[in-house]
């Protein structure tokens, strides 16, 4: 076996989590369970790690198949990448079934045309998802199996979900050989960028919970009584908390919201000041980014006017996240009359 | 009572007791929080300006966190000659102690306490803060 296949599927291991390594091993059916009996794992994972090399040396392991070790991982801690979302289209009516092993061998013949050293490995999984992992060389170098980038692709969809490496160059490649295997047209990149695959998924696919503009009659009070803490403390303000509630309510939906880690503006409006102050003197835009970072910005997003610290309604800058699919903005000058200020694609 | 702001909605002006004490409390990680409470200064009647107004700042315990300035909040408890407590909501022992200061308080405004009115309680306060 090549030392660098066993380096790899060493180093592949000590990511595991220890107790989910045997689970992990299983799954990826490479050792038979005759074999993984014989692996203590209680012991320290350098050793753990070092007896799976040693199994996967009797195996004669390749590197495709340490691939797919590294894609089981990738699939169960997929919160560990940034995904980007890209939305392809077509040209007029699409009436062509997919067919998976057509989109795989357009795939890799586009790619490899391009570059002749790649590894690619695909997987598909239960809810339509395919996973393509491409590990990137260059034509005098062998794949770098620590630099990949995973592409998720659901095949009913005109979604790409993408976890690029490093090698920004390589986009437009995959991006092309994207389109050609899937019979479509074009390619763009969505504003949309998390950690967290499923939420993007979520949002995509609209089924995150939306306010429908629909009538709220009273709510039902086995919902909306909060435990009465203690008799002696008289709430003047319910009527505003009511509102506070409802609009929150309205902005954000009744369930659990997706999970996005930053909201990013790009302001390239005019400074306003007062006209005496003169501070800029060029008429130049004043360029400004305004970042909102949390481990979960959308839910910290709808507490902020339950808990007093923000007026509701919040702007619509921060509620229609979700709902246009994006979290990365930029903001610009209304041009006209009026001074103002618009979102731009 | 609670509330979030001032005035007090007066549909409720029946239903209410004697007010003896106001505790302005101000989130020393919310800059709204402190905007909030300035606000509802100016809608406060003069006379509870007499000791009957106390201001408490919470969340002091995180020290990384802090978003108003304490020259602010001085200002504030000179402008409107009131103490300022400070205290910390999240530790037990702090919160109890806290509560039982404001009911000493309270006492005092109320009344209950022979010999000592809130003015002149206020201004003890006062006194010994400027130490």
Redesign the interface.
Known sequence: MDETVAEYIRRTVLKIPRDEIKAMLQKWGFLSEEQLETVNFHQIKDNISQDVVQLCEENSADIKQAAVLDMIYNHIYSNKRTWSVYQMSKRGEDTEVFDLTDFKKKFKRRLRSDLKNVTINFKEYEDNAIWIRIAWGTPYKKPNQYKTSYVVYHSQTPYVFISASVLKSNMPLLCQALVVASNYHDIREMELRSHSLNSLKDIVFKKYSQNFQSYYPRPLQERNVAPETDLRIVEENRSEKERIQRLTREAFGDGPQPKLEFAQYKLETMFKSDPTMDVLDKKEPFRCLVKFSSPHLLESLKSLAPMGMADAPLSPLLTCIPQKARNYFKIREKKGLLPGSFLSP | ?????LP??SE?DHLRPRIDLIVFMIDIK?K??LK?VEASLAHLDASFFLGKVCFLVTGVGRVNFCSVEMNAIWKLGEAYCSPVLFCELELEGIRIATAQRLLRMLQICAGHIPGVSALSFGTLMRNTADD
């Open positions: 009572h609670l509330t979030t702001s007090l909605p409720r919310s709204y929080s909030n």
